[in-house]
Each structure stands twice: as structure tokens, then as C-alpha cells.
């Protein structure tokens, strides 16, 4: 499942690139349909990146201390509730966390404006997807969440 988690940051920082392109391409060529291209990157960046957040909480509620972060944030005796705010417990899983609330964010805003403000988010988009891009760079390449242990310890230190 981590392995998922990587894959879906990796494919969310290329869906990023791809809508704050799209977005600034079309309102360069007034060409609605780039535009509307880079809308759907964006439900797709949010996608993955509740995929990564769904595959980090597996990981956590599983109890894989092969994982790097579930072994330094949470143990077998740790309770359900403690477990899942383990999410969110370390520098790496906040990361992730804020990333998806973000997502969620631009998503909602998206949604919202379908048939308002036509002529000012594609803006919106290109900023918002600039910060996405800024915190999953931070995910895959300085503080990566799945990064596995070259051991399993036996219980993690919670």
C-alpha cells in the first residue's frame, strides 16, 4: 500500500504541473477547453492525494513499522483515536495532511464557481495549484511519508 501512497504523490505533482500549465495556457490563447483541462487536473491532484492520506492511514491502522513514520509515531498498544491522529502527528504526515486539506479547498472553490467568476479562476488555479506544488515537492523529494526502513522493528516508539 505504500507503494500506492508514492505512486499518487508522484502522479499528483505531475497532475499539478499539468493544471497550472493548462490553466495559464488557455487564458493565454482564450481557449476554454485548456482551461477547463486544468479544472479537471485539479479533482484528479485531489484524488491522489486522498489516495496517498488513505494509504498512510492503512499503514498506521495496520501497524507497518516497515514504514518509517508509522514506526516513529505510533506502537501496538497506541489506541484507535491516537492512531489516527498519528496522521497528523509528525512533520511528514502534516505535510500530507495540509496538502489534502488544500486539495479538498481547491476542489470546493472549484465546484462552487462552475458557472461564476469564469474569467478569474483560471488565476485562482494557477495559485492555488503553485502551493500544492510547493508542499508536494516537500512530500517527494525533502520529507517523504512512505519511506521504508531497511528493518521491521518489532513495535514502533510511539
Not at 492512531?83 to 500530507?96: C, F, H, I, N, Y
Request: hydrophobic fraction near 55%; include cysteine; charge should be positive.
Amino acid at each position: 500500500m505504500t507503494h500506492i501512497g508514492t505512486l499518487a504523490l508522484y502522479l499528483a505533482l505531475v497532475l499539478t504541473l499539468y493544471a497550472i500549465a493548462t490553466n495559464l495556457w488557455g487564458v493565454r490563447r482564450r481557449q476554454s477547453a485548456w482551461i477547463i483541462s486544468g479544472v479537471h487536473a485539479v479533482y484528479a491532484v485531489f484524488g491522489c492525494v486522498l489516495m496517498a492520506v488513505i494509504a498512510l492511514l492503512y499503514a498506521l491502522l495496520t501497524r507497518d513499522f516497515n514504514v518509517e513514520y508509522v514506526a516513529a509515531y505510533s506502537s501496538s498498544t497506541l489506541p484507535l483515536q491516537y492512531t489516527v491522529a498519528a496522521l497528523w502527528g509528525g512533520q511528514k504526515g502534516s505535510l500530507l495532511f495540509w496538502t489534502f486539506i488544500l486539495t479538498l479547498f481547491s476542489t470546493i472553490a472549484h465546484i462552487q464557481n462552475r458557472a461564476k467568476n469564469r474569467e478569474l479562476m483560471p488565476y485562482v488555479t494557477a495559485t492555488l495549484m503553485g502551493i500544492v506544488l510547493f508542499f508536494l515537492g516537500m512530500l517527494c523529494f525533502i520529507t517523504p511519508p512512505f519511506e521504508l526502513l531497511a528493518f521491521t522493528p518489532r513495535e514502533g516508539s510511539d
